[in-house]
């Protein structure tokens, strides 16, 4: 069984930074397609940043130029990096994993603030 846990989220002012970290554990050595998602009160749950297995990246054009998706397969761990945030980016932060079948983790929260 896969488990995704989450780290790193919090409330930080607009014009902000903040680290989003996911460690996977319960995978096999072959490398998932893996993603961060977002939920807003009162919204769907949407695709932020994805990374493929060639180490491709893509980004919803809400968040491009501010957020940067990575990775280290060694280290079985998923990061997204959030600058310049902006009120609109507060939500649940939910790390996705797939390779045959998906996994989510528990999301965090993350609230952009004045």
């Known amino acids: 069984q896969v488990q995704l846990v989450e780290s790193g989220g919090g409330s930080v002012q607009p014009g902000g930074s903040l680290r989003l970290s996911c460690v996977v554990s319960?995978?096999?050595?072959?490398?998932?397609?893996m993603a961060w998602h977002r939920q807003a009160p009162g919204k769907q749950r949407e695709l932020v940043a994805v990374i493929n297995r060639d180490g491709m990246t893509d980004y919803a054009d809400s968040v491009k130029g501010r957020f940067t998706i990575s990775r280290d397969t060694a280290k079985n761990t998923v990061w997204l990096q959030m600058n310049s945030l902006e009120p609109e980016d507060t939500a649940v932060y939910y790390c996705?994993?797939?390779?045959?079948?998906?996994?989510w983790g528990q999301g965090t929260q993350v609230t952009v603030s004045s």
């Open positions: 319960g995978s096999s050595s072959l490398i998932p397609v």
């Open positions: 996705y994993w797939r390779l045959f079948r998906t996994f």
